[in-house]
Nanobody
Framework: QVQLVESGGGLVQAGGSLRLSCAAS????????MGWFRQAPGKEREFVAV????????YYADSVKGRFTISRDNAKNTVYLQMNSLKPEDTAVYYC??????????????????WGQGTQVTVSS
């Protein structure tokens, strides 16, 4: 069992920045690929970013590429999502998730076994 807790969400002005954190506990954190997903009102849950267990591989959704950066600190059992140049369309509940499957950097939600409770990010215009 892996427990994930997100933090760092809040209200920010368009063009501003936020840094989300996801703290993991319960099992060997460094064995899992870690991903970020988001869901906005009226929209399906969508993939945002993923980082492999080693941190060597990352992949981003086209909508956030160049603005968001995912990173991890295995010594602290924590994954981060640095969000810059935020837009109103980034407003959503952001979830972190953990996967121990064969895929190095999975982008499908079904590939993730463990999920956090989410943290709200609201970007005002």
């Amino acid at each position: 069992q892996v427990q994930l807790v997100e933090s760092g969400g809040g209200l920010v002005q368009a063009g501003g920045s936020l840094r989300l954190s996801c703290a993991a506990s319960g099992r060997t954190f460094s064995s899992y690929a870690m991903g970020w997903f988001r869901q906005a009102p009226g929209k399906e849950r969508e993939f945002v970013a993923v980082i492999s267990w080693s941190g060597a591989s990352t992949y981003y959704a086209d909508s956030v590429k160049g603005r968001f950066t995912i990173s991890r600190d295995n010594a602290k059992n924590t994954v981060y999502l640095q969000m810059n140049s935020l837009k109103p369309e980034d407003t959503a509940v952001y979830y972190c998730a953990a996967s121990s499957g064969i895929t190095i950097a999975p982008i499908q939600g079904a590939e993730y076994a463990y999920w956090g409770q989410g943290t709200q990010v609201t970007v005002s215009s």
